[in-house]
């Protein structure tokens, strides 16, 4: 069904000198990833949905279809249609994305909300969107009923679980459905889906994407998994879907190409079972984020894997994690990255390119990235500047959400700003330094936290690090090492040394902490960023 977007060129240089992207001026997120599928396969598998339990359930996309036919219809008859946003407050489960095609069908705006939001966080979102519906499960109602009354434009409430009036059962509302609502005839411009940045940077901001989005993500998806869709494909990813990784990563290509998606609700990440659940569904597509690949080497492989290709993005690996991965778990690493605004526009493909350890890869095939200075001129090789994204770009965002002036802000002329910091080899390769702000000043040095994160993670007795400045009289910052050590490591002066001495060797004598503090866990973002800000104020 998928036509793909890149023929077999042997290396990512030609593919980049001979892409084109096909948009048509028509297009809909559902119509690709269900309904086109529904009418030509309809007992093709779209969703295996493995409860806590350890029960397996098929959904294929004729079901999918049905499922989502019923819930527009639904949704249609209280009011919802174009432009219309609906939230999603749930975990992976198949009722996902029936919703998310659902919303699509009847041209609405798909918002993604985390089930580990707390009231704060939700009562923003919902308010700042005005989000006409919600879809969510047990846990979810108790939330939002408590902020109802913060939220005159959210009508109505679905719930995949039992519930009471005025709570409607998606369950009832699919039996009481019947045929299918009219195709909403979108535009590949016309929005889509609403995701709300993490806040790392500043309050939330919600980044509204068109249905040609999906389509930009493809030219990333063939290249990092090579000839993805092939025969006895299996997609997995222990992200989130409402985080634009596991969304757009692997669970929308998934569908979007035909490959079996696995759903499995981690209500917290156990990497034990994340390889029995690899070893026992068959999975061999994997989009691992870096802490969920950090866990997993601390634990014991238990099965033989078959793994065809493994993406990560979020935060950089290090060689140390790398060779564990491709050792262990059968399958180079490559790492992808991008945002929320602008996802998987660079990235490091093993086979189709030289992949240079510690470099985050090159652009990928349709898009334009450079590195810039403060008033939009691309820097030369070798210049530390901010990553940025030409646009237009398939990919990129229209806007935030009735934030114009914060959108502004974003570009230069026509370059989207990324706020990370990074140089360009002569070969084009991308060198991650930092986020802009979590830039250390110290004695004269400009130094970025991730290099020597991924140095001190390397170390047998760290599972994982966080580096960031703490003020200085003399040097303006120091460098300190938040670390979290592995289950029966003990903390001494003696391992502090150890890892000093480390980074002094294998980086730079400059950039060795000062300070190294152990840790329980690090804080991080419902994306699995960790928030160095938080730290910062830690560190006060």
């Known amino acids: 069904m998928q036509r793909r977007l890149l023929d077999a060129w042997s290396d990512i240089r030609n593919m980049q000198a001979g892409f084109r992207w096909q948009i048509p001026d028509r297009l809909n997120i559902a119509h690709v990833c269900c309904e086109a599928w529904a009418a030509a396969a309809p007992e093709r598998t779209a969703i295996v949905h493995v409860s806590e339990d350890g029960r397996r359930e098929l959904w294929s996309y004729g079901r999918l279809k049905a499922v989502s036919d019923a819930l527009a219809l639904s949704l249609a008859a209280r009011g919802v249609g174009r432009g219309d946003r609906v939230a999603v407050l749930l975990a992976q489960c198949p009722e996902v994305l029936a919703a998310h095609m659902a919303i699509h069908k009847l041209g609405g705006v798909v918002l993604p909300l985390f089930t580990l939001f707390g009231p704060e966080a939700l009562a923003f979102r919902l308010a700042d969107s005005a989000a006409r519906a919600a879809i969510t499960d047990a846990a979810g109602v108790e939330k939002l009923m408590a902020l109802r009354p913060e939220l005159p434009e959210l009508a109505e409430i679905y719930s995949i679980d039992p519930a009471p009036a005025p709570i409607r059962h998606l369950a009832d509302e699919i039996a009481a459905a019947h045929g299918a609502p009219p195709p909403a005839d979108t535009a590949a411009e016309d929005p889509a889906v609403l995701i709300y940045t993490s806040g790392t940077t500043g309050p939330p901001k919600g980044a509204l994407h068109a249905h040609r989005f999906m389509i930009g993500h493809w030219p990333s998806i063939e290249t990092t998994h090579p000839r993805f869709a092939s025969p006895g494909d299996v997609g997995w990813t222990p992200a989130d879907w409402a985080w634009v990784g596991g969304l757009m990563d692997m669970a929308i290509p998934c569908l979007a190409y035909g490959v079996p998606l696995v759903a499995h609700r981690m209500r917290k990440f156990d990497p034990e079972a994340a390889f029995a659940l690899i070893a026992r569904e068959g999975i061999n597509r994997l989009f691992l984020p870096p802490t969920a690949l950090k866990l997993m080497r601390q634990a014991p492989a238990q099965q033989r894997l078959s793994v065809r290709s493994i993406t990560s993005g979020g935060e950089s ?224």
């Open 317 to 540: 690996l290090g060689a140390a994690l790398s060779e564990w991965a491709e050792g262990t778990l059968g399958a180079p690493v490559n790492e992808i990255y991008g945002q929320t605004e602008c996802n998987l526009v660079i990235g490091s493909c093993h086979g189709l390119m030289e992949v240079r350890e510690g470099s985050m890869g090159l652009a990928t095939p349709g898009h334009e990235v450079a590195v810039i200075d403060p008033e939009g001129r691309a820097l030369p090789p070798g210049e530390i500047g901010e990553i940025a994204v030409r646009a237009p770009d398939p990919v990129m965002f229209l806007g935030y959400w009735n934030k114009p002036e914060k959108t502004a802000e974003k570009f230069t002329g026509s370059w989207m700003r990324t706020g990370d910091l990074a140089r360009r080899d002569e070969d084009g390769y991308f060198w991650f330094v930092s986020r802009d702000d979590d830039v250390i000043t110290s004695a004269g040095y400009r130094i970025g936290p991730s290099e020597i994160e991924n140095c001190l993670t390397g170390h047998a007795d760290v599972v994982n690090a966080a580096v960031i400045g703490v003020p200085d009289p003399v040097r303006t910052e120091i460098v300190k090492a938040y670390v979290v050590l592995r289950p029966g490591a003990a903390w001494s002066e003696a391992l502090a040394e150890e890892l000093k001495a480390r980074v002094r060797a294998r980086i730079s004598p400059h950039v060795a902490p000062r300070l190294i503090e152990p840790i329980d866990s690090l804080p991080m973002t419902a994306t699995g960023k960790v928030m160095r800000r938080a730290l910062r104020e830690r560190a006060t």
